[in-house]
């Protein structure tokens, strides 16, 4: 079964600097998708960044960008110039490719506060 | 566009008392899912679906069943509430390979 691992429950940033979330998986497969979602205290689950395994290049979208190491088995978020909205629990996400094997696992999650 | 709707937001329950959590889509797509959150532990996959008539356990099952008679829909039932049971309950669909769409949540109490 696939596993996702985030090793740190918490972190802090400092507003305007940069911050990287750590995750860890474990699959057999050679095609899947990595996500990050964003938690507000809102508690609404919201889709920040999507990764393909058959791309090596890393996704971006705005201030966020990941590390995707494939033969690690790591995939990291990189938060730019954060902001005070960006304060949140942030999971990390595996999905297979097909059937079964489509539905997401998540990560413990990490919460992430901002320093003014 | 209204995504993916789930109600209620709030429920209180009776220990033993039964109750359907409902979930909508109007997106088309093909996969759902039932989530639970508790504190510490992330969000865990109750049950799935990857297809109307066609579901599925997840990793904590007990206590729930789902059907899917439509691709639109998705209910949650829980057949007599417990007190491990208070949670709260996302539901969730995708397309194939994309990124799961939310609903708003359902933060349930059993007493």
């Known amino acids: 079964a696939q596993t996702v691992t985030q090793s740190q429950p918490e972190m802090s940033v400092q507003e305007a600097e940069t911050v990287t979330l750590s995750c860890t998986y474990d699959?057999?497969?050679?095609?899947?998708?990595l996500f990050w979602y964003k938690q507000p205290p809102s508690r609404q689950m919201i889709l920040v960044i999507r990764?393909?395994?058959?791309?090596?290049q890393n996704a971006t979208e705005n201030r966020f960008s990941v590390n995707f190491q494939k033969a690690a088995k790591s995939f990291s978020l990189k938060i730019s110039d954060s902001q005070l909205g960006d304060a949140a629990m942030y999971f990390c996400?595996?999905?297979?490719?097909?059937?079964?094997?489509?539905?997401?696992?998540f990560g413990k999650g990490i919460t992430l506060s901002v320093r003014p | 566009n209204a995504g993916v709707t789930q109600t209620p937001k709030f429920q209180v329950l009776k220990t033993g008392q039964s109750m359907t959590l409902q979930c909508a889509q109007d997106?088309?797509?093909?996969?759902m899912s039932w989530y639970r959150q508790d504190p510490g532990m992330g969000l865990r996959l109750i049950h799935y679906?990857?297809?109307?008539?066609i579901t599925d356990q997840g990793e904590v099952p007990n206590g729930y069943n789902v059907s899917r008679s439509t691709t639109e829909d998705f209910p949650l039932r829980l057949l007599s509430a417990a007190p491990s049971q208070t949670s709260v309950y996302f539901c969730?669909?995708?397309?194939w390979g994309g990124g799961y769409t939310f609903g708003s949540g359902t933060r349930l109490t059993v007493v």
């Open positions: 699959t057999s497969e050679s095609d899947y998708y």
């Open positions: 996400a595996y999905r297979g490719p097909t059937g079964a094997n489509s539905k997401l696992t």
């Open positions: 990764q393909e395994a058959y791309k090596q």
């Open positions: 679906s990857v297809g109307a008539g």
């Open positions: 997106m088309n797509h093909e996969y």
């Open positions: 969730a669909s995708s397309y």
